[in-house]
Nanobody, 126 residues
Framework: QVQLAESGGGLVQAGDSLRLSCAAS????????MAWFRQAPGKEREFVAA????????NYADSVKGRFTISRDNAKNTVFLQMRSLKTEDTAVYYC???????????????????WGQGTQVTVSS
C-alpha cells in the first residue's frame, strides 16, 4: 500500500523560503514519477511540479517557475519542494502525489495521480 506523508509547512512572510518534504513508502520509490499539487481556499487543486524517476527531468506550473524547485532523494524515498520568494498567493495546502503506473510522463492532471498525502498547510503573510 502506497503511503505519502508531507511535512515542512508553516507560516512565513512574503519573500521567505520554505522546503516541503514528502516521505513515500509501500513500493519502490525510484520507479515512479512524483508530483506536488496545491489547493488554496475556495479554489480547485492545481498542479505545482513533477519530477522524473531519476530526478533529471522536471515540469513546473508557470506560476511557480523560477521560484520553486522539485527534487528527490531515491535513497531516502523522499521528494522535496523548495519554495523561494514566496507570495501571499502561494498560500494553500500542499499535497504530494504519485501515479499508479511506471509511465515517465510528468503529468499535470490531478487524475493521473491516484495516491495522495494528507497535505501540509503553507501560509504566506504580507
Amino acid at each position: 500500500q502506497v503511503q505519502l506523508a508531507e511535512s515542512g509547512g508553516g507560516l512565513v512572510q512574503a519573500g521567505d523560503s520554505l522546503r516541503l518534504s514528502c516521505a513515500a513508502s509501500g513500493r519502490t520509490f525510484s520507479n515512479y514519477v512524483m508530483a506536488w499539487f496545491r489547493q488554496a481556499p475556495g479554489k480547485e487543486r492545481e498542479f505545482v511540479a513533477a519530477i522524473s524517476r531519476t530526478g533529471l527531468s522536471t515540469n513546473y506550473a508557470d506560476s511557480v517557475k523560477g521560484r520553486f524547485t522539485i527534487s528527490r532523494d531515491n535513497a531516502k524515498n523522499t521528494v522535496f519542494l523548495q519554495m523561494r520568494s514566496l507570495k501571499t498567493e502561494d498560500t494553500a495546502v500542499y499535497y504530494c502525489a504519485a501515479p499508479a503506473s511506471f509511465s515517465s510522463v510528468l503529468a499535470t492532471a490531478e487524475g493521473s495521480y491516484p495516491y495522495w498525502g494528507q497535505g501540509t498547510q503553507v501560509t504566506v503573510s504580507s
